[in-house]
């Protein structure tokens, strides 16, 4: 949401509400009502509860999200351009590409570490190593969607999704190893 105005080109406009609470963020906020109020939960998560539709409905979408993620993420680096291909300077690739495999992950472990021994999550390895994969995915695709709703550095927004998934690649071998390794029993 904070972004949103940039990615525009106008970085005085004043960020509407709805852009700083999309429908995903809308989402968590009723899963999470969902899942700590005792009431709403026995209305809709049981296999016998009244509303288990809405359950089901939910889960299915959810099966489909992530396919149709990488059908946008991939019918949108392999747009042809339009126009001439504009050129991506290196430093910003390369910034994009080291905070989210070198500076994210450190953060990562270094949050995922404090709580753990705060006891503010379970002591479950698998529970940390989501945490953990979470700090050094590659950008989203929404980057490219709200490039392209505003019609603006699309085809730069593309070329640096590019790099960052191919970067991934490697990085994320290396990474989730690294994190494998410091949840054994022991470390």
């Known amino acids: 949401g904070i972004g949103y105005p940039y990615l525009a080109d106008n970085q005085?406009?004043?960020?509407?509400?709805?852009?700083?609470?999309?429908?995903?963020?809308?989402?968590v906020i009723a899963g999470a009502t969902i899942g700590i109020v005792p009431a709403l939960r026995q209305l809709i998560?049981?296999?016998?509860a009244p509303l288990r539709l809405?359950?089901?409905?939910?889960?299915?979408?959810?099966?489909?999200?992530?396919?149709?993620a990488l059908l946008v993420l991939g019918a949108n680096l392999g747009e042809k351009p339009a126009s001439p291909p504009t050129s991506l300077p290196l430093k910003p690739v390369a910034a994009v590409i080291l905070?989210?495999?070198l500076l994210m992950p450190l953060i990562g472990i270094g949050l995922v570490s404090l709580l753990e021994?705060?006891?503010?999550?379970?002591a479950d390895p698998m529970f940390s190593l989501v945490l953990l994969i979470e700090s050094c995915v590659p950008p989203a695709t929404a980057l490219i969607i709200i490039?392209?709703?505003h019609h603006h550095h699309e085809q730069a927004m593309a070329r640096l999704l590019y790099w960052s998934y191919?970067?991934?690649?490697?990085?994320l071998t290396f990474l989730i190893s690294l994190f494998l390794w410091m949840l054994q029993p022991g470390k």
């Open 54 to 68: 809405l359950h089901d409905c939910a889960s299915l979408l959810g099966q489909a999200a992530v396919p149709c």
């Open 117 to 122: 021994r705060w006891a503010l999550i379970p």
């Open 147 to 149: 490039c392209q709703a």
């Open 45 to 48: 998560i049981p296999a016998d």
């Open 166 to 171: 191919l970067a991934a690649v490697p990085g």
């Open 99 to 101: 905070s989210r495999m």
């Open 12 to 27: 005085e406009a004043k960020v509407p509400w709805r852009q700083l609470l999309p429908p995903p963020i809308y989402a």
